[in-house]
């Protein structure tokens, strides 16, 4: 080889090298700056904002709705994140967090993990409050103008009753944006006849409900007498005991439940005369449905009472009751209760 051809390859040597030192630092700068990407925590402010995830939206299209709110903007290394991840984005809403880096923000779009809103069905309403709560409640889905008007056949075809009071379990529901209260009515039905099941398998010999329906009607009274933990089982068996003898249950909170809206917060001694299918001083047994929406320990509390003697109790102004076995004690418990001598 001549002097020339020497310094020919010599040359086109020394441009191959620079030029793979060139490619060499640019995919270096490259990955760092892909490192830097992965690593900044993305522009989301302090209220963190709630964002929102449309079914069937690409990733692509998500970024862009990003870029809308300034929290990041759409660019290569968004594109090579989500090729190396390629798992779908799930539809729902999101709550921005605040340092949040955009692997972070991307692992979360793609489990889901939307935001989660809470329902509470408290112990002790009745189904009308429940009705008023659904339809007042905003992040419920509504499938009629008129919620009320929609949930309450509902209610009556799902319990396959003219009067559904007492069949939707209090708890606390969770669900996500574009769930409806028809649904959340159902569950709550369904969580219902699951529990009353429960109870009903482990209710005590000769107990004197005759169905699962009377086991229930029972735990809604016991639900309205007391809001005490320790009472209940008591409270059930002294209700048990005056059934099982034939002795009128003469309960208070189904006397209220009778007179509906004439009821004006204090119930007086006609009312107690004043007969009604729920008035429970002038009809034997139980009421004909349950008067409130038992909570699980009122259900328990119904299938197993406590065992004892007592037949009566009256509140002690405590915000609990004193127990008694004969009428002479009660009314002894009674003056004490109203500050007359005993």
């Given at each position: 080889m001549n002097a020339y051809g020497s310094g020919f390859v010599k040359s086109l040597?020394?441009?191959?090298?620079?030029?793979?030192?060139?490619?060499?630092?640019?995919?270096?700068?490259?990955?760092?700056?892909?490192?830097?990407?992965?690593?900044?925590?993305?522009?989301?402010?302090?209220?963190?904002?709630?964002?929102?995830?449309?079914?069937?939206?690409?990733g692509r299209a998500v970024i862009h709705r990003l870029q809308e709110l300034g929290v990041t903007q759409w660019n290569w290394q968004w594109r090579w994140?989500?090729?190396?991840?390629?798992?779908?984005?799930?539809?729902?809403?999101?709550?921005?967090?605040?340092?949040?880096?955009?692997?972070?923000?991307?692992?979360?779009?793609?489990?889901?993990?939307?935001?989660?809103?809470?329902?509470?069905?408290?112990?002790?309403?009745?189904?009308?409050?429940?009705?008023?709560?659904?339809?007042?409640?905003?992040?419920?889905?509504?499938?009629?103008?008129?919620?009320?008007?929609?949930?309450?056949?509902?209610?009556?075809?799902?319990?396959?009753?003219e009067n559904p009071e007492g069949w939707f379990l209090p708890e606390t529901y969770q669900f996500v944006r574009g769930y409806s209260?028809?649904?959340?009515?159902?569950?709550?039905?369904?969580?219902?006849?699951?529990?009353?099941?429960?109870?009903?398998?482990?209710?005590?010999d000769e107990?004197?409900?005759?169905?699962?329906?009377?086991?229930?009607?029972?735990?809604?009274?016991?639900?309205?007498?007391?809001?005490?933990?320790?009472?209940?089982?008591?409270?059930?068996g002294v209700f048990v005991r005056r059934l099982q003898k034939n002795m009128r249950l003469q309960t208070d909170p189904t006397v209220i439940y009778g007179l509906g809206a004439a009821f004006d917060g204090d119930i007086r001694k006609t009312d107690l005369t004043n007969d009604t299918p729920y008035n429970t001083y002038t009809r034997d047994g139980l009421p004909p449905t349950p008067i409130a929406l038992p909570g699980v320990a009122s259900l328990v509390a119904a299938a197993q009472p406590k065992a004892g003697t007592s037949l009566y109790f009256v509140a002690d102004g405590n915000g609990g009751h004193t127990f008694s076995d004969t009428y002479e004690e009660h009314q002894r418990a009674v003056n004490i209760m109203l500050g007359r001598k005993p």
């Open positions: 040597l020394l441009v191959l090298l620079l030029a793979a030192l060139l490619l060499s630092s640019g995919f270096w700068l490259l990955r760092q700056n892909y490192e830097e990407f992965l690593q900044q925590p993305l522009n989301i402010q302090q209220d963190s904002p709630v964002f929102l995830v449309d079914q069937g939206m690409s994140l989500m090729r190396q991840n390629p798992t779908p984005l799930k539809a729902g809403e999101y709550l921005l967090e605040s340092g949040s880096t955009a692997p972070q923000l991307l692992q979360m779009l793609q489990a889901g993990a939307v935001i989660q809103y809470q329902f509470t069905i408290v112990e002790g309403w009745t189904l009308a409050q429940l009705l008023t709560a659904l339809q007042a409640e905003p992040t419920l889905l509504a499938h009629s103008t008129n919620r009320t008007e929609a949930l309450y056949p509902l209610a009556q075809q799902l319990t396959d009753t209260a028809e649904e959340l009515l159902q569950r709550a039905y369904s969580n219902m006849q699951t529990e009353l099941n429960k109870a009903w398998d482990s209710r005590i107990h004197p409900a005759q169905s699962p329906y009377e086991l229930l009607v029972l735990a809604s009274i016991i639900e309205r007498e007391t809001a005490v933990e320790s009472e209940r089982e008591e409270i059930s």
